[in-house]
């Protein structure tokens, strides 16, 4: 697989499913995807790519519903296959600054919106 395709995916599907991927499952990885490739009827890597991206891009209004649909189902399916089930949410120690950025982050965006609305943001 192309290397910044690679890196590219890696960056996308860590940032979305919300955990860091560990080089020396890169591949094994590798392997499902290209099995959810061929199940997908996909012709290559990029599309795969491309269509988990088009469904978390806000900015992306050239994609159908379908495509749309087809995409979230996707990332579901893609979480299912590189977890296993079980949850050890605090337990890599190189999770913990993203987990921190993203809901600072979130935060931000929920404070921003409510703000706009004229609601009013109570922090428990």
């Given at each position: 697989m192309n290397?910044?395709?690679?890196d590219k995916l890696i960056k996308l599907i860590s940032q979305n499913i919300g955990f860091h991927i560990e080089p020396k499952y890169y591949q094994t990885l590798e392997h499902?995807?290209?099995d959810r490739i061929k199940i997908l009827?996909?012709?290559?890597?990029?599309d795969y790519y491309h269509l988990?991206?088009?469904s978390?891009?806000?900015k992306s209004d050239s994609i159908s519903i379908q495509q749309k649909y087809q995409g979230e189902k996707e990332w579901n399916t893609l979480a299912n296959i590189v977890t296993?089930?079980?949850?050890?949410?605090?337990a890599i120690a190189n999770n913990l600054?993203?987990?921190k950025k993203l809901l600072?982050?979130?935060?931000?965006?929920e404070k921003d919106k409510l703000i706009k609305t004229n609601k009013l943001l109570i922090l428990v």
């Amino acid at each position: 697989m192309n290397q910044l395709l690679w890196d590219k995916l890696i960056k996308l599907i860590s940032q979305n499913i919300g955990f860091h991927i560990e080089p020396k499952y890169y591949q094994t990885l590798e392997h499902k995807i290209k099995d959810r490739i061929k199940i997908l009827k996909l012709s290559n890597t990029w599309d795969y790519y491309h269509l988990l991206k088009n469904s978390v891009d806000h900015k992306s209004d050239s994609i159908s519903i379908q495509q749309k649909y087809q995409g979230e189902k996707e990332w579901n399916t893609l979480a299912n296959i590189v977890t296993n089930g079980e949850s050890f949410f605090f337990a890599i120690a190189n999770n913990l600054p993203y987990y921190k950025k993203l809901l600072f982050l979130s935060y931000l965006l929920e404070k921003d919106k409510l703000i706009k609305t004229n609601k009013l943001l109570i922090l428990v």
